[in-house]
């Protein structure tokens, strides 16, 4: 059996089969900083888009707020859920960073793709579970 490791703390996830997947290069230190450092760009992002979002307006954007059609709202309301959603994906891949688990997929255990990590780097599953994950909502 083949084995990866993923990071610089000897975190060793089995590697897929060439039968099962192409050749998949591990993530390096470089890429660990740098994904990192998106994902730390991400979080301040989505906290002052909440932070904006629920800040309280002056008197004169009340107004304009109050008169807003309901589905103006509607949006707000789901842009909030939204930031919410991706700034917790964010602080869970922070948190696997930090324990040593960051590019294992969460069903198969099988190391996600560099690519897709680099795209998506608060992604919990490989390119093949991603679609089944999906249809299990």
């Known amino acids: 059996m083949h084995h990866q490791t993923i990071g610089d703390r000897d975190t060793v996830v089995p590697a897929r089969t060439p ?7 591990v993530l390096d230190a470089g890429d660990l900083v740098a994904l990192r450092a998106n994902l730390h760009e991400q979080y301040l992002f989505r906290q002052e888009q909440l932070r904006q ?7 004169r954007a009340d107004d304009l707020r109050a008169q807003q059609a309901p589905s103006q709202l ?3 309301v789901k842009v909030a859920a939204s930031a919410r959603m991706v700034l917790a994906d964010v602080e869970a891949a922070l948190r696997r960073m930090d324990e040593g688990r960051y590019g294992a997929c969460h069903l198969c255990r099988q190391p996600i793709e560099r690519e897709r990590l680099m795209i998506v780097p608060q992604a919990r ?8 994950r999906e249809a299990g909502r």
């Open 74 to 76: 509607e949006v707000r």
């Open 125 to 132: 599953y490989c390119s093949r579970c991603r679609p089944v």
């Open 19 to 25: 039968a099962t997947a192409a050749h998949k290069p």
């Open 53 to 59: 979002i629920g800040s309280p307006a002056p008197s």
